[in-house]
């Protein structure tokens, strides 16, 4: 129960330290799952981020939902679902209001404006961690300028992206593999 109880406080505290949802959780996720409580690894955590992007839902919703289930079962999936989600129903409901009275103030605009430009570097910021754990040798380079180029030049779903980056890695290690064998 004392387990579950600092799952569902963790992934509150994630939810409610984040304003952009979604990717904006990110960094904060990696630090309080990998750093602060070790219950995943950089190349874990990555694993789950891609995941939970090719999942329907919210990629920082998903994310908690595999790390619970995999440290407490659905339980656990259940507990830090709600722990993330718990804190924005609560300032959405508090803010839906306030919102539409004073979204048309030039200071209000300044603040999301200033918000959106921060959401952009816990982004940055993420990406560069993530980097780290994901991009090891050439093949991999080579698999991330491939998605890249394509992510940039065409309109897909994320899924295809996943895929295809998948079955690119498992390509490139087969033919790399296969040259080693005749060396």
């Known amino acids: ?87 924005s129903i609560i300032i959405i409901t508090l803010l839906a209001g306030l919102i539409t009275n004073f979204a048309d103030l030039p200071v209000v605009k300044s603040a999301f404006a200033g918000i959106r430009v921060c959401v952009c570097v816990l982004i940055l910021n993420s990406v560069l961690k993530l980097w780290k754990s994901a991009v090891k040798d050439r093949l991999t380079l080579a698999i991330f300028v491939a998605v890249l180029a394509c992510s940039v030049l065409f309109d897909w779903s994320p899924v295809v992206f996943v895929l295809a980056a998948g079955l690119l890695g498992v390509g490139l290690v087969l033919v790399s593999a296969r040259k080693e064998g005749k060396q």
Do not use: S
């Not at 963790?10 to 979604?22: I, L, R």
């Not at 799952?33 to 999942?55: L, P, R, S």
């Not at 329907?56 to 659905?74: M, Q, R, S, W």
């Open 1 to 87: 129960m004392n387990q579950l109880l600092e799952m569902y406080l963790t992934f509150a505290k994630v939810g409610v330290m984040t304003f952009g949802g979604g990717y904006a959780m990110l960094p904060i996720l990696q630090r309080e799952v990998v750093e602060n409580k070790h219950w995943a690894t950089e190349e874990e955590i990555a694993d789950y981020f891609a995941i939970g992007q090719c999942t329907p839902g919210v990629i920082a919703v998903n994310t908690a939902t595999f790390i619970g289930k995999k440290y407490a079962g659905n339980l656990g999936g259940v507990v830090t679902t709600l722990g993330v989600v718990t804190p």
